[in-house]
């Protein structure tokens, strides 16, 4: 079973900054993406960035440019640094790893989300 937990989150002025990690244990598949998403008020929970156990990354127009999303496999952790935050980046901010043993099987897990929001 495996266990995500969200930290960082908090209230930042705009053009602030916030760094979010995800740290995972349990048993986690060598095959593995993460995905941060994030939830606003009265919307739906959006895909914010992914990273593949390589490293390598994607992300939402939305977000390009000003967000940025690494990992440390050693520790298992991964990170969403924001920058220039906007307003319209408050919401709840969810990790999720989808990860597989043999690349055929595939689970999902996610945390339990940080509150992120901007505001002057």
């Known amino acids: 079973q495996v266990q995500l937990v969200e930290s960082g989150g908090g209230l930042v002025q705009p053009g602030g900054s916030l760094r979010l990690s995800c740290a995972a244990s349990g048993s986690i598949g060598k095959i593995n993406i993460m995905g941060w998403y994030r939830q606003g008020p009265g919307k739906e929970r959006d895909l914010v960035a992914t990273i593949t156990s390589s490293s390598s990354t994607n992300y939402a127009d939305s977000v390009k440019g000003r967000f940025t999303s690494s990992r440390d496999n050693a520790k298992n952790t991964v990170y969403l640094q924001m920058n220039s935050l906007k307003p319209e980046d408050t919401a709840v901010y969810y990790c999720?790893?989808?990860?597989?043993?043999?690349?055929?099987?595939?689970?999902?897990?996610w945390g339990q989300g940080t509150q992120v929001t901007v505001s002057s």
């Open positions: 999720k790893l989808h990860m597989s043993w043999n690349g055929i099987n595939w689970v999902d897990s």
